[in-house]
Structure formats: C-alpha cells, structure tokens
C-alpha cells in the first residue's frame, strides 16, 4: 500500500510540473528540470555576481583557455527562470571569446526559450549582465597590452 503522504507530494509535484509547463513552456520547463551548468567553478578565470531590482541574484563563472570559454558555470538564489537563464547565458559562452561574448543579449536567451512571461524577463536580462559582468572581470585580470 503506497503511503499517503507519498503520494500527496507525488500529486503536488505532478501539479507543480504542470503549472510550470503550461506557463513558461516546453524548453524552459525542461531546462528548470534540468538546470545544464549549474556547478560554481573554483578557480575562474572570471567570475561576477549580478543583483536585480526583484532581489534575486545570478552568478555566472567562465574558465578560458586560448581565449576562448572552455567552461562555464552559473549559481542563484532566485526564481525558476532565473536558473533557466543562468543555465543558458552560461551554454551560450561556452566557446565563445569575449568579444562575441559582448554580442549576446538578454534576447537571445528569450529567443532560445520561446520567450517567458513579460513578469520574468527580466531573469534573462539579468542573466547576460551576469555574464557580461563575469567577462569584465576576466578582462581586468588580463595583463595590460602596452
Ligand atoms: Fe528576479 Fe527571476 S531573476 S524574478
């Protein structure tokens, strides 16, 4: 006999997931199930945390090899979209040099996504700050070029 308490979180879940699929859609609720890059990277080569007005807060870190991103990695405190986007601004470093890095914006990510709802797009545009922020960081670590 299944416990009753199970199967209660069992049937919250289902709901959750179903919520969260009919309102942020089919890409996005597969990447909130399974947040690709959320790992903190040790020792970047660039790091930067980014704060919204909402409070939440999106951390992005890169490792670079022959200057390009060879690893990325992305953490936060906040809502759902918020990892959805953390995930993809750091998919979209990923082999990437810091000048392209410079091209992507907030956009690409709503594009990769279909788009979120206008209350949470701003966790995209947070996410590209992190990570614009995050190669900033890097190119102050640079050596200066005289
Ligand atoms: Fe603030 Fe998503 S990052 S609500």
Redesign the pocket.
């Known amino acids: 006999m299944n416990d009753p308490f199970d199967d209660f979180v069992e049937q919250l879940q289902d709901e959750i997931d179903q919520e969260t699929l009919q309102t942020f859609g089919e890409v996005a609720y597969q990447r909130w199930k399974n947040p690709l890059y959320m790992q903190v990277i040790p020792t970047p080569d660039g790091h930067a945390r980014e704060t ?1 007005s ?3 807060s ?1 951390e992005i870190y890169l490792k670079l090899e022959n200057g390009r991103v060879c690893d990325a990695g992305f953490q ?1 405190d ?2 759902g ?2 990892a959805v ?1 953390g995930s993809y601004a750091a998919q979209m470093a990923i082999g990437k040099t810091p000048l392209e890095i410079a091209e992507v914006k907030g956009e690409d990510i709503l594009a990769e996504l279909g788009g979120l709802p206008s ?2 797009e ?2 995209a545009y ?1 996410a590209v700050a992190a990570l614009q922020s995050a190669v900033e960081d890097y190119m102050s670590r640079r050596p200066k070029d005289f």
Request: glycine residues 18%; charged residues 10%; contains cysteine.
């Open positions: 919204g909402c409070g939440d999106i936060t906040g809502c979209p918020s986007c209350e949470h701003h966790c947070l």
